[in-house]
């Protein structure tokens, strides 16, 4: 049973420039939350699909949006980027069982921005 | 801002030796999780205790809840080289919807 899947793994961008995340929730998961982990750090929230739906979101700027298919897989979408945004981008699916949210987490897709 | 705080940021010890982090939040949860991340990597689930439990097992683990001072404790025991690596906690709210909220993490190397 494959977990999480994330791509691309590693990727290198401008500033200005526009970045897509994918990400593959495991089987049988239907929420995906995206998070981003800059070094040294904590995971932060950025938002929640639920149902193709944004469902919850965290403290990041609009330049932040998603996307969730019919398939529950799910995209991150980061807009004119900044030297800030270098981080490590992590997914997470998981599945509201006995009144909790279990979270898997892909590899991560980390960002470089120059 | 993060909803948990780890204490301590950093824990040095000997392989055999137990290991304690603790945890601080903010809010009132409706459950409190541990993860654990190797070198940057995805993170793991290790542990869920719910806010109306005070204490959970699981192998070596053993987790701890005080809703009235809203802290959690985890505690390895037995440690070994391989649990090496960094520790959060994340707490989900009960209120304001399904979001889980991690702290800044207690980085753990165990020395063989």
């Known amino acids: 049973d494959a977990g999480v899947t994330q791509s691309p793994t590693h990727l290198i961008k401008t500033r200005g420039q526009q970045v897509t995340l994918r990400c593959s929730p495991k089987?049988?998961?239907?929420?995906v939350s995206w998070y981003q982990q800059a070094l040294g750090q904590g995971p932060q929230f950025i938002f929640q699909?639920?149902?193709?739906?944004?469902?919850q979101r965290g403290n990041f700027p609009d330049r932040f949006s998603g996307h969730q298919f019919p398939n529950y897989s799910s995209e991150l979408n980061v807009n004119a980027l900044l030297l800030g945004d270098s981080a490590l981008y992590l997914c997470?699916?998981?599945?509201?069982?006995?009144?909790?949210?279990?979270?898997?987490f892909g590899a991560g897709s980390r960002l470089t921005v120059l | 801002s993060q909803q948990g705080e780890e204490d301590p940021q950093a824990l040095s010890i000997q392989e055999g030796e137990n290991a304690t982090m603790n945890c601080s939040y903010k809010?009132?949860?409706?459950?409190l999780q541990w993860y654990r991340q190797n070198s940057g990597r995805g993170l793991v689930h290790l542990i869920l205790?719910?806010?109306?439990?005070r204490e959970k097992h699981s192998g070596r683990l053993r987790v701890t809840l005080d809703t009235s001072k809203k802290s959690s404790s985890l505690l390895i025991t037995a440690s070994r080289a391989a649990d090496t690596a960094s520790y959060f906690c994340?707490?989900?709210?009960?209120?304001?919807?399904?979001?889980?909220?991690f702290g800044a993490g207690t980085r753990l190397f165990v020395k063989a």
């Open positions: 994340a707490a989900t709210g009960n209120t304001g919807g399904f979001k889980t909220i």
């Open positions: 089987s049988g998961h239907d929420t």
């Open positions: 997470a699916s998981s599945l509201y069982v006995s009144g909790a949210n279990v979270l898997t």
């Open positions: 699909y639920y149902e193709e739906e944004e469902r």
């Open positions: 809010t009132s949860i409706n459950n």
């Open positions: 205790i719910r806010s109306n439990e």
